[in-house]
């Protein structure tokens, strides 16, 4: 057995099976069983980690999605409810704070997408993405389960978000559009905290603007001074019209 002196190794924990990597400087000796030990559990963790990219990435796939489907999924992505706001924001900031705000976010977003694109591309199999890696099997590929779970959770909550955030403000528009141009008043019935019918007209808006310049934007929103938990005629109009999408 020979001794090696100032020599960096690997070494094993036999209590949590981690590899260690000895200070240069200390004197250590290591028989050739435990470096062979060291260097079979390495190579061991390098095949489990290739068996783990191939169970992902070597399966059969057939891609529906066309270009057409693609623009549609990309242009969903680009127009939320947060654009309603636009207006309002264009209004009280000015023109060229808003403009260039969307220019930053725009160019930020680019960037993010381009990178997450080339390490989705960087899996094995996967250079020209002829396989179903999505945004959280990437993470889980590339770093480990546990992002995988975080980026799932996060991504489904942000979905989540999105979506209640959408049916809100097309609710709010039909309301809008009933009360303005077509009913005169639109209706609705207040659960919280006092279950009544409610009633809402723009006639809101110019009893608040009597005394100001210009309406504001809460009073000109249907419902706003009501309860917080309502269901409106323009709620149910939006579930008709979706719900069997």
Known sequence: ????????????????????????GSQVAKSESQVSHVTFSIHNNAAI????????????????????????????????PAMLGFPHL????????VILMIILVYICSSFCGTMLADAISSIPCNKKFER???FSTAFHIIVGGEWYVLTQTLFLISCFVQ?????????????????????????AVQLLPVPRFVSWSPEFCKI???????????????????????LTVGYCITCLLFVPL
């Open 208 to 230: 608040e603007a009597e005394d100001q310049e210009e309406s504001p934007l809460s009073a000109c929103t249907p419902f706003n001074e009501h309860g917080p938990l309502l």
């Open 90 to 97: 264009f209004q009280k900031a000015g023109l060229i704070p």
């Open 1 to 24: 057995m020979e001794k090696l002196e100032r020599t960096p190794l690997l070494t094993k924990d036999g209590k949590n099976g981690s590899i260690e990597l000895i200070n240069s």
């Open 49 to 80: 980690m290739k068996e783990q990219i191939h169970a992902f990435t070597h399966v059969s796939v057939t891609k529906s999605i066309d270009n057409f489907g693609s623009f549609a999924l990309i242009f969903n992505n680009l127009v939320g």
């Open 163 to 187: 979506a209640v955030a959408a049916i809100v403000e097309s609710a709010q528009s039909i309301d809008g559009i009933l009360a303005s141009f077509i009913l005169g008043r639109t209706y």
């Open 132 to 134: 179903d890696v999505d």
